[in-house]
């Protein structure tokens, strides 16, 4: 994985679910020395959770992830859902 860094962080953790990826960063100088964010583009960090502890920064990237994993399937129950429609018509 190519370094990448945000605000002074250190990217250590990524995860893509679908179009999304989430990814977690380390500065041992600040304060809050984790940050999960999602990411776009590989460069546009948003939506920050600042954490003061490893275990906390795992536990909210994944959180992160599954929930948008269940937006992912309900996008997809939706379209099946749409499709099982038409074919009834």
Not at 24 to 29: I, S, V
Not at 48 to 62: K, W
Request: hydrophobic share 25%; net charge negative; charged share 35%.
């Amino acid at each position: 994985m190519e370094e990448r860094s945000n605000c002074g962080y250190t990217i250590v953790q990524t995860l893509m679910i679908g179009d999304s990826e989430f990814v977690l960063g380390h500065n041992p100088e600040s304060p809050n020395p984790y940050v999960t964010w999602k990411c776009s583009n590989g460069d546009y960090y948003f939506w920050g959770h600042y954490c003061n502890d490893r275990m906390d920064a795992d536990r909210d990237l994944l959180t992160r992830a599954g929930q948008e994993l269940e937006r992912l399937e309900q996008r997809m129950r939706r379209t099946q859902k749409n499709k099982d429609k038409g074919r009834e018509r």
